[in-house]
């Protein structure tokens, strides 16, 4: 363990989510034409939405801290990848891919459920990332699993992401491919959502919010309604206009 | 009727959720890190007491109500002496407004002649301490170099930033924001 640590400590954690990636895009590469997917728009769909993450990013965090770059303007391509908005970059990096779906009128749902296999194994990338770097870690315990963390023994909650993510990725292994579009996307979400708000009372690094909630939790709630309320019917709906929209585009 | 079993099980999980959210809360409204010392963001940094070049001695904890910057670094380290110019710079920019710099040499693992006139060849006017036992290598964990902290006046880790070099711009959105808390 020890030994996994020194090999991958911050930045070197990063290694473990590009790997992951790189695992993943080959396996949604072989499952993509199961789905009605081409494998050149399902490359597409996930490097023209990285580089639009990386671009966004780093142009959004300049925008916020204008006077820092103003004095220094070669700062805008430094290596330094604290330099970053995550969140800008995650939302021009969206922009990105449903820019290309609509221009390559890819069907919303069979695209998700290529995707999925990508999702399952980056997950299990982010929670040995988070192992590595010790982010996400455990609240106190007294449990005798509990690992000793800055001098108490805590939940050992990297550990529980990553058997988490490696059970649902085997749940997804091993299901067939759904009649309806969606589904098979829809069931990683569910569960990935649900392990999530399980897994977040163990965690000793929650943002609380009124009532000693964790927001988080609050999050994962919403999202766990509305991928139910879609496996529950809504996706029935939604299945007929995009299985309408395929047939549509094959001829 | 498959479908009215199937409603009726997602319910049930969304109650359960629910509960489980309400069963989970932390009543103590605060997160585990509180004021444990770990060299991890918004955990106490940890407290040390070095000896500086000049000889002087500076305990961490006696620079509260001060925005620090403690940088762990080396002679032999690229990307430490390449950040250097930039620390010194934003240093004589910032610490009027209460910000200070500890650029602690992690002596145990470098060559103790060079980091003077490495000091003088760059003009550094914030304290260089030296950990000569590597005392501050472990207490914050050291695994690449350079490794930077930034702590706020009330001596908590607001960034760790390992790695480098830190770019001017990086520095400035960072010092910047630990004077404005």
Redesign the interface.
């Known amino acids: 363990m020890s030994q996994f640590l020194n090999i991958f400590a911050p930045p070197r954690d990063l290694i473990l989510v590009v790997a992951a990636i790189w695992v993943g895009l080959y396996f949604a590469e072989k499952w993509a034409p199961k789905h009605g997917v081409k494998l050149n728009d399902l490359n597409n769909i996930i490097f023209l939405p990285m580089i639009g993450y990386i671009i966004g990013g780093r142009l959004l965090f300049a925008i916020e801290n204008f006077s820092a770059f103003a004095k220094n303007p070669q700062s805008l391509v430094s290596l330094n990848l604290d330099l970053f908005d995550p969140s800008g970059g995650l939302l021009i990096a969206g922009i990105v891919a449903l820019i290309y779906g609509q221009r390559k009128k890819l069907s919303l749902w069979p695209t998700l459920d290529a995707l999925t296999p990508v999702l399952a194994i980056f997950a299990v990338g982010i929670a040995l990332s988070h192992l590595a770097s010790g982010s996400a870690f455990g609240k106190e315990t007294s449990l005798p699993w509990g690992v000793e963390l800055w001098g108490v023994l805590r939940h050992p909650s990297q550990i529980y992401e990553i058997i988490a993510a490696l059970l649902i990725l085997s749940l997804l292994w091993f299901q067939k491919p759904g009649q309806h579009p969606g589904v098979y996307f829809l069931n990683y979400i569910g569960l990935t959502i649900g392990a999530r708000l399980f897994l977040e009372a163990f965690r000793g690094d929650s943002v609380i919010i009124l009532g000693g909630l964790r927001l988080a939790q609050v999050v994962a709630w919403i999202f766990l309604a509305m991928s139910l309320f879609l496996l529950g019917g809504g996706i029935n709906n939604i299945s007929k206009v995009s299985i309408a929209q395929r047939k549509r585009s094959r001829k | 009727m498959q ?1 009215i079993q ?2 009726l099980s ?1 319910t049930l ?2 109650i359960t ?2 509960a ?14 509180g004021e ?3 060299p ?1 963001q ?2 106490l940094a940890p407290d040390f007491t070095l000896d500086t070049t000049l000889g002087e001695s500076i305990t961490l904890s006696d620079l509260r109500g001060q925005s620090v910057l403690v940088n762990l670094w080396a002679t032999w380290c690229g990307p430490c002496r390449a950040e250097m110019p930039a620390i010194q710079k934003l240093y004589d920019e910032y610490k009027a407004q209460g910000f200070t710099v500890l650029a602690v040499n992690m002596t145990y693992q470098d060559n103790p002649f060079e980091v003077v006139p490495f000091v003088k060849e760059h003009n550094l006017t914030f304290p260089i301490l030296l950990d000569e036992t590597g005392e501050v290598g472990k207490k914050y964990q050291l ?2 170099l350079p490794s930077s902290f930034f702590i706020d006046s009330y001596g908590i880790i607001q ?1 760790v ?4 070099p ?5 520095l ?2 960072r010092i ?1 924001a630990l004077l404005e808390n």
């Open positions: 479908h199937r409603r997602y999980v969304l959720a629910l489980w959210i309400f069963i989970s809360a932390d009543s103590s409204g605060t997160p585990t890190a444990i010392p770990a991890r918004n955990f695994r690449s960034e930033i390992i790695g480098g830190m770019s001017e711009a990086l400035r959105t910047e």
